[in-house]
């Protein structure tokens, strides 16, 4: 986009840089005091190519044995009182979803663990481009506290530049706060949603209703991310063309659907693919929708893909899910939710738990991996509920390659809470979710009960939760995929 416009800029992934460098910067090996760190810091170059390469994803096992060394590494090259982790950072003393907090983060910076990297890369880029302004996307809570420390680094040092905040995690801030701007004097903007146009006006050109141009990643270090292969990533939409489910994060916050021309992204992945040879294309939507499934299914993009859809009727029909894998799809990501239809019901899924079993057992016969999402402790479910949501997991266990529990959080903006006694923030003022009183006592420790004692232990499904990755979890899963014998993908 800012190139179309013909706008200098720099792209840089400030999260791969800094998590590279700080391995670089780890100890000696002969200097760590136990056997683990020992072990972890002698092999880190070894387990970061071994990461890149498909062969490690045959061995579930080793695979988690380099995960964790990795992650030790890390851990045992943070300064004192912070922690770092492949997909976690903490920081004794601050919390990310206080904003008081990022203030002190943005305050001292020095306190950081990846001070030393971004005091010379942003220090560097700074003084010879001078910049006018500087754009941060934060879209994880992991990576609030860092991105405070950036912002208060570039603040002190230039402090004539604008700086512009958006990303995933700033949308869902902006929605809970009404617009409002808790870090006014440090930020200059915070832009919710879609930021691109947002971004041109900013900087003082009008772009109101231009098409999205194809996105442009050329100048990221493509080989040096923790993956075999470069992994293209791909939005055909933002928001969700559904979005109606009762626990929706992107229904509280309003967010509205916004899909790419069908067109357009056919000719977005043809170009990318082109451009930058992916071992995998990742689809990024909230949920795919139907129209892009029927356009990938007739007109292949050339490269393993996968993606979240929606149970639906169009993935009902077995010869629908045998084009899609011939298509290149290596994995699809369902929110099944639950097995209990009067929930389904309740929880406007618009799905049945009879179509959720014919789309499973479509997609083991086409030969495409499920990653099913299930959903537990939502104000409308009792412990029955859950139960049946037990007893369709067991049933179906042959068609389910990987699960993910999740435990409800009622999101801060949901609307319909009547009858709902909610009782203020968790933690603090960013706090997407607020706590509430289950209407039926089955609250979160019950229900994590239930998950570790009966859920998790039962015979069919333990051996399904074992296959996660680690850490990377669905994001890992789909090169485990490609790597069994006898995938045509792989
Ligand atoms: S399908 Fe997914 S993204 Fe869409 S409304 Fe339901 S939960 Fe939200």
Redesign the pocket.
């Known amino acids: 986009m800012l190139s179309c416009h013909g706008i200098r800029h720099n792209l840089i992934d400030a999260n791969l840089e800094g998590m590279l460098h700080l391995f670089s910067q780890a100890q000696p090996f002969d200097r760590a005091v136990d056997a683990w760190t020992r072990r972890a810091c002698k092999n880190r170059d070894k387990n970061l190519s071994a990461l890149q390469h498909p062969d490690l994803y045959h061995h579930l096992d080793r695979y988690s044995r380099t995960i964790r060394d990795i992650g030790r590494v890390l851990e045992k090259a943070s300064l004192p009182g912070t922690k770092v982790g492949l997909a976690d950072y903490a920081q004794k003393g601050l919390s990310p979803v206080r904003s008081s907090d990022l203030l002190a983060a943005a305050e001292i910076p020095e306190r950081n663990a990846f001070y030393p990297y971004f005091r010379d890369r942003l220090g560097r880029m700074l003084e010879r481009d001078l910049p006018s302004a500087v754009g941060i996307s934060l879209n994880y809570l992991s990576q609030a506290l860092t991105a405070f420390a950036m912002i208060g680094f570039v603040r002190r040092e230039h402090p004539g530049i604008r700086i512009i905040l958006g990303g995933g995690l700033v949308t869902s801030w902006q929605k809970g706060l009404g617009g409002k701007n808790p870090f006014a004097g440090l930020v200059d903007h915070m832009v919710a949603g879609q930021g691109e146009n947002k971004l041109l006006s900013l900087l003082g050109i009008s772009a109101d209703g231009d098409a999205l141009p194809t996105p442009d990643y050329r100048s990221l270090p493509r080989d040096q991310y923790l993956s075999p292969g470069s992994i293209l990533p791909y939005s055909a939409s933002t928001?969700?063309?559904?979005?109606?489910?009762a626990?929706?994060?992107?229904?509280a916050e309003g967010n509205p659907f916004i899909p790419v021309p069908q067109r357009q992204v056919m000719a977005d992945l043809a170009l990318l693919t082109e451009e930058a040879h992916p071992k995998l294309i990742h689809l990024l939507d909230?949920?795919v929708s139907p129209a892009v499934l029927t356009a990938l299914a007739k007109d292949s993009p050339g490269i393993p893909w996968y993606g979240?859809v929606?149970i639906g009727p169009h993935l009902a029909e077995t010869d629908f899910c045998l084009a899609l894998k011939k298509s290149g799809c290596v994995m699809l990501k369902l929110?099944i939710?639950s097995g209990d239809q009067h929930l389904l019901d309740r929880l406007?899924?618009?799905a049945s738990v009879d179509m959720a079993a014919a789309v499973l057992g479509n997609l083991r016969k086409a030969g495409i991996a499920t990653y099913v999402y299930l959903l537990f402790g939502t104000p409308e479910e009792t412990e029955g509920a859950a139960r049946k949501t037990l007893d369709f997991t067991v049933q179906h266990s042959d068609t389910i390659d990987f699960l993910n529990l999740a435990i409800f959080n009622m999101p801060v903006c949901r609307q319909n809470t009547s009858g709902i006694k909610t009782r203020g923030f968790y933690e603090g003022d960013l706090s997407l979710y607020t706590d509430f009183e289950h209407p039926h006592g089955w609250d979160r420790k019950r229900v994590r009960l239930f998950l570790e004692r009966v859920f998790k232990r039962h015979p069919a499904i333990s051996p399904i939760l074992k296959n996660e990755p680690v850490t990377f979890t669905s994001n890992h899963a789909p090169f485990f995929v490609m790597g069994r014998a006898g995938d045509r993908t792989s």
Request: charge should be positive.
């Open positions: 928001g969700c063309y559904w979005n109606k489910c626990f929706c994060p992107e229904k909230n949920a979240f929606r929110g939710e406007e899924k618009g």
